[in-house]
C-alpha cells in the first residue's frame, strides 16, 4: 500500500518511530473516504451515471488511472539492484517463497470458504486479495518495527516479479480450479487467464515499468542520494491521495447499497485479522528457528502478513466490474490491515525481547 521514507538505524536497539500525519492517520482518511463516497452515491444518484460515462469497456478510466498512479511510487521505491541480497540466506528465501506463494493464498483460501460459503462475491474478493503479498506499506511497518530495510527492500523486488509472473495463474488456480475439491458449490464464474493476465499487466505491469525506468535513470541523472531523499518523499503522498480518490468513486457508486449492509464490513474483517496475526506469527517463528536475526525476521514477518490491496482492487474492478462485491472487499482491506499491522508492531517489539533478548 503506502509508505513513507524512514532512516536507517542500528538493529541492536529497536526505537520506537513515529508515522508520519499522513500514515498516522491512515483509517481516519480511508473511513472518511468511504463515508464521503456513500455520500456522494446516496443523496446524489446523478453521479452513477456521470463516473459510468468515463467508462470505455469494461475499465473505468478515472479508477484506472488511480489505481495506477497509486501502484507507482511503492514500486519506485523498490531497490531493484538490491535483490540479489535475498540470495545471501537461501533457507530464508525458500521460507519467503513458502508463506508468501504456498501458505498465505490457500490460508485465504481456507478462510474465505469458511466465513462466506455461500457468499460467492465475498469468497471470491477474499481469495484474489490473499494471493497478491503486500509491496508497498509492508516498507512502513518493517521499519517501525525496527526491521531490515534494505532486506525488506529485496523481498519487495522479488515479490513485484513474482506477482507480475504469478497472480493470473494464481487466481484462475484459486477461484476456478481448487474450489470443487473442498465442496464448494456453484463458484461458476468462468475467468480467462488470459483476460487476468491482461489485467495484471495494466494495473502492476505498467507502473512496475514505470517505477524501474525512473529508479533507474533518476538515479543516474541525480543520484541515489537525492532520489531516495528529494524524490521519493515527494511522489509518496501520491499513493495515498489515488487510494482515496479511488475509495471515494467506488463507494459512490455503491452508496445506497452499503447504507443497508453495514454489518458485511464486520464480517469481511474477521478474517482478515485472523489471516494477519497467524501469518505473522508463523512466519516470525519458522524464521527465528532457521536462524534469522530480529532485522531480517521484522522483514520477513511484516512482508508475509500484507498483502497488494491495490491490486486485488484493481483485478476486481477489471474482472468483475466497479460495482462488484469482489471490488467493495478490497476497499475494506486496507481499513482492517492497518490498525492490525499497527499493533503486530507491539507484538515485534514484545517477540523481540522474549526471543532475541534485545531492547
Given amino acids: 500500500m503506502f509508505s513513507q521514507h524512514l532512516s536507517t538505524k542500528n538493529m541492536n536497539t529497536i526505537p520506537q518511530k513515529k508515522l508520519s500525519f499522513l500514515d498516522a492517520y491512515l483509517t ?82 481456507v478462510l474465505a470458504i469458511l466465513f462466506f460459503p455461500l457468499h460467492q462475491g465475498y469468497m471470491t474478493g477474499m481469495i484474489l486479495i490473499g494471493i497478491a503479498p503486500c509491496i508497498a506499506m509492508v516498507i512502513v511497518w518493517i521499519e517501525l518495527a525496527g526491521g531490515n530495510r534494505e532486506y525488506a527492500a529485496s523481498l519487495i523486488a522479488v515479490n513485484s516479479i513474482l506477482q507480475v509472473v504469478l497472480y493470473s495463474v494464481y487466481a484462475w488456480f484459486y477461484i476456478e480450479i481448487l474450489p ?29 515499468m514505470l517505477g524501474f525506468i525512473t529508479r533507474f535513470i533518476l538515479t543516474r541523472l541525480k543520484g541515489t542520494a537525492w532520489y531516495e ?98 471490488a467493495f472487499v478490497g476497499v475494506i482491506g486496507p481499513l482492517v490491515e492497518v490498525p492490525a499491522l499497527l499493533t503486530l508492531v507491539h507484538v515485534a517489539f514484545w517477540l523481540n525481547k522474549k526471543w532475541y533478548k534485545t531492547v
Fill in 180 to 208: 470443487p475439491y473442498f465442496g464448494v458449490k456453484g463458484l461458476s464464474i468462468h475467468i480467462s487467464i488470459v483476460e487476468i493476465a491482461k489485467t495484471v499487466l495494466i494495473y502492476l505491469g505498467i507502473p512496475f
Fill in 229 to 326: 531523499q528529494v524524490f521519493i518523499p515527494k511522489i509518496s503522498p501520491i499513493t495515498l491521495i489515488s487510494l482515496l480518490f479511488t475509495i471515494v468513486v467506488m463507494f459512490s457508486l455503491k452508496g445506497s447499497l452499503i447504507v443497508k449492509i453495514p454489518f458485511d464490513v464486520l464480517h469481511i474483517a474477521v478474517p482478515l485479522v485472523i489471516y494477519f496475526v497467524l501469518m505473522f506469527l508463523l512466519t516470525f517463528a519458522f524464521a527465528k528457528y532457521w536462524g534469522a536475526d530480529y532485522a531480517e525476521n521484522a522483514a520477513l514477518s511484516f512482508t508475509a502478513s500484507g498483502n497488494n490491496f491495490e491490486l486485488a482492487i484493481a483485478v476486481s474492478i477489471g474482472i468483475f466490474g466497479i460495482n462488484s462485491e469482489q
Fill in 28 to 109: 481516519v482518511w480511508i473511513l472518511s473516504a468511504m463515508v464521503l463516497g456513500i455520500g456522494i452515491g446516496y443523496f446524489i444518484p446523478s453521479s452513477v451515471s456521470f463516473i459510468n460515462g468515463f467508462q470505455s469497456g469494461s475499465v473505468n478510466l478515472p479508477i484506472a488511472l488511480g489505481l495506477i498512479l497509486m501502484m507507482f511510487p511503492p514500486l519506485a521505491k523498490v531497490k531493484y539492484e538490491a535483490l540479489c541480497n535475498v540470495f545471501k540466506k537461501p533457507k530464508l528465501l525458500l521460507l519467503v517463497f513458502f508463506m508468501n506463494w504456498i501458505l498465505a493464498p490457500f490460508l485465504m483460501f
